[in-house]
């Protein structure tokens, strides 16, 4: 609190002793002893006191603005992690939608769920931090993979399926997907 009204400690300080002065030397300033002249004497020292407490006033007004600003820029940054880890974390409910539907052979659905999460991941990798561009690239490289596995999948028949192979594989991949977006969830790599 002391911290927050040094501003108008200091002009109330520079007021008194502006105060103290104006009035121990108010004889030797002012020679004549007519009322018009005091009375312009202690206008002006009121005004000069107006106009430092207007100033400093100024000054803490601007000190207050920036200090809430940068709360606000603050606050704003977690809101946007928080958001961010929400995304992350409707990322990895469709990467297991589509994982159990290719475990189940429903190529189709596994597909629909796979484009929603690639949708999902457009809005959130790019709000990533530029030191994981490299895990991005990989994340980019398996979920183009994925898609190819999927719409091939998605051609397949009860008469010739995807061997147990490919399946294993694209579950694979899959799976190395949702790790790497766990590893971009802002809420595992910084403290809110």
């Given at each position: ?24 030397y ?7 002893e ?5 009375f312009s ?7 000069a ?12 007004s ?20 928080v ?13 297991d ?11 189709r ?12 991941c ?5 709000n ?17 993979e ?47």
């Amino acid at each position: 609190m002391f911290k927050d009204n040094i501003v108008r400690i200091l002009y109330i300080v520079v007021s008194i002793i502006l105060v103290v002065v104006a009035y121990k030397y108010e004889k030797t300033i002012i020679s004549d002893e007519n009322n018009f002249a005091r009375f312009s004497y202690f206008g002006t020292v009121i005004t000069a006191i107006g106009f430092i407490v207007a100033v400093c006033e100024v000054m803490h007004s601007v000190h207050i603005s920036k200090s809430i600003q940068a709360t606000a820029m603050s606050l704003l940054e977690k809101v946007k992690l928080v958001e961010s880890a929400s995304t992350i974390s409707d990322c990895l409910a469709a990467i297991d939608e589509t994982n159990n539907n290719v475990s189940h052979e429903d190529y189709r659905t596994a597909l629909c769920s796979f484009q929603y999460f690639r949708k999902l991941c457009v809005k959130v990798l790019p709000n990533q931090a530029n030191d994981i561009k490299d895990s991005e690239n990989r994340i980019s490289e398996l979920i183009n993979e994925v898609e190819m596995g999927l719409l091939k999948a998605k051609k397949t028949t009860p008469d010739a399926p995807l061997t147990k192979r490919q399946k294993t594989d694209l579950m694979k991949k899959i799976l190395d997907i949702k790790v790497e977006v766990e590893n971009l969830n802002p809420a595992i790599r910084v403290k809110l």
